[in-house]
Each structure stands twice: as structure tokens, then as C-alpha cells.
């Protein structure tokens, strides 16, 4: 890692710390940080993270008390999994981890989830509050959404990883093709087309308490329905996640298929938008982490 941006005169509240890229010696105490403050995640979902991505942590002696990492997709890196011990919080060294990695980057743009107790050490390093992303889980219920007319739903393969791509990258603005290719390794995904033209597509994998729909990408808020309706009729009864950032449009249907609105998380960016079509939308997320 490059020399962290933070000013010089916060060195003393660092002292005895080693900061270092993450290895993958460090994916274990890293999932045991996230126990503790009671996140979801799985040593899998850790491991998925750490293989499209990289960290910086921070080490007291031989323990590990501090974790943060970032997806380089060309246009934005995304940030996030930052969690710092409670015996050593009250020490900015969350704003070190980030200061190092932001360093490091060569993305013009920056993208995060922040909690409310993050919001104002992310907002101190110029990211400014965007949108809200609410977080929906719970046993899922059947519910009917179907397509239009001339549209269908096929599933997703590894031939379909450049249709993918192109989707993804009108909707977010960031190019995320390893993210997509490694999502159909570990997951199940569906394309829909309508007419024979790709207008969006989703995917369903294991995650967390269960199992996590995302991302979902569509051409309106109807398909977006009909894309994650497919998962919760093939999975009715299972626990399912869902974090979008279109509640107005999904919320309430959301909560009728048995998700319930659990969380909320506030995105803020530094740095340029992004240059995302207004005629796909990103419905729904890889992960608040990942974005």
C-alpha cells in the first residue's frame, strides 16, 4: 500500500499498530471481527469478497483489529467490510484503513455503505451522502410478477458473461465483469429477454444467513419484480436478502414476499457520478459491501 493520506499528527494513536495488505491468513480473524459486531457474513462470504478484491488491516502485536477493503471495477472502486475492534475503536483507525486504501486507488471515483456511526469519518475524507440503500430479508413467499408479453426468462451461462457485462455496466457505471463471471460460479443466475433483446437479468446465490438475491438489473421496476419473483417462488419458505436502493418502487411488494425492511445504510461517493443509463437500473446489489 501506498502512505496513508491521514495527517501526520494522528501517528501517536497508532503507535505499536502494523498496518499491511490483507492475506488470506487474515480471512479468518476478519470473519471473527464481523461476528462481533453481529454481520451476517460467512467465512465464504469473506473468502468470495478477498478473491475480487484486496484489504488493508491492522494488527496489535499478532492480532488482528482492524479490516477494510476495496473492488477496483475501472470507473469506481467500491469500499467497504470495515470494521475496527471495539477495544481499539476511538483510535481513527477506520479512517487510516481508508485513507491507505483510497491511496492506493487509481479509480476516480470512490463508493461506500456507510452506517451511521461511519457516516462522518467517510464524509471527513470528501465522500458525500448519495442515496439510501434498504436492506429486506426474511422467509420468502410466491408471489406472482410476471413477464410482459414476448418476454422470457432463460438461465444465465458462461455464454452469456459479455450480455451480462453490457447490462451491468449500463446500470452501475462500473465494470465488473470478474464480479459477474465469479456470480456464476458461486450462484444461479436468469436473463430476460423480451423480443430476443437482453432488458435484465439477476441472480440468487448463498450468503449470510441464507441465501441473497442480487444484483438485479432491468429495464423498469415491473421486470425488476419479475426477476426476483422467480427466485422466491423456486425458494419459497428460505430465508432471502434483497438490498436495493429502490424502496419507493420495491419496498412495499418487497415486504409482502416476505422480506422485511431490516436495515438501511446511507451510499456516499467521492469523486466524479458515475455515467449509468437511465434505461437500465441496478435494482438490487451484489452486496452493501461490494455494491
Not at 23 to 34: G, I, K, M, N
Not at 153 to 179: C, E, I, Q, Y
Request: hydrophobic share 45%; charged share 20%.
Amino acid at each position: 500500500m501506498t502512505q496513508s493520506t491521514v495527517e501526520p499528527a494522528r501517528d501517536a494513536a497508532w503507535a505499536g499498530l502494523v498496518f499491511r495488505p490483507m492475506r488470506q491468513e487474515d480471512l479468518e480473524p476478519a470473519w471473527e471481527l464481523s461476528q462481533a459486531v453481529k454481520w451476517p457474513h460467512r467465512l465464504q462470504d469473506w473468502r468470495f469478497a478477498l478473491d475480487l478484491g484486496q484489504g488493508e488491516v491492522a494488527l496489535d502485536g499478532e492480532r488482528l483489529i482492524g479490516v477494510a477493503m476495496n473492488w477496483d471495477f475501472e470507473t469506481c472502486v467500491t469500499m467497504g467490510l470495515i470494521i475496527v475492534s471495539a477495544t481499539h475503536r476511538g483510535r481513527q483507525i477506520a479512517s487510516r484503513l481508508v485513507a491507505d486504501l483510497l491511496a492506493a486507488s487509481t479509480a476516480p471515483t470512490a463508493l461506500l455503505h456507510a452506517t451511521p456511526d461511519g457516516a462522518g469519518v467517510y464524509a471527513r475524507q470528501g465522500f458525500e451522502t448519495v442515496i439510501t440503500i434498504c436492506q429486506h430479508q426474511g422467509a420468502s413467499v410466491a408471489v406472482s410478477a410476471p413477464v410482459s408479453a414476448g418476454c422470457v426468462l432463460r438461465p444465465a451461462t458462461l455464454a452469456d458473461l459479455d450480455t451480462l457485462h453490457t447490462l451491468d455496466f449500463r446500470a452501475s457505471g462500473m465494470s465488473r465483469r470478474a464480479a459477474l463471471r465469479a456470480l456464476l460460479d458461486v450462484g444461479k443466475g436468469v436473463i430476460a429477454e423480451c423480443g430476443g433483446v437482453p432488458v435484465g437479468f439477476s441472480f440468487l446465490r448463498d450468503f449470510g444467513r441464507g441465501e441473497l438475491i442480487g444484483p438485479v438489473v432491468a429495464s423498469d421496476t415491473g421486470l425488476a419484480k419479475a426477476l426476483i419473483a422467480h427466485w422466491l417462488a423456486i425458494r419459497a419458505g428460505a430465508f432471502i436478502r434483497l438490498d436495493t436502493p429502490f424502496e419507493e418502487e420495491l419496498g412495499h411488494w418487497l415486504v409482502a414476499s416476505g422480506l422485511l425492511k431490516v436495515d438501511t445504510v446511507t451510499r456516499m461517493v467521492r469523486g466524479p457520478g458515475l455515467a449509468q443509463d437511465a434505461q437500465m437500473r441496478a435494482y438490487g446489489l451484489i452486496t452493501q459491501a461490494m455494491a
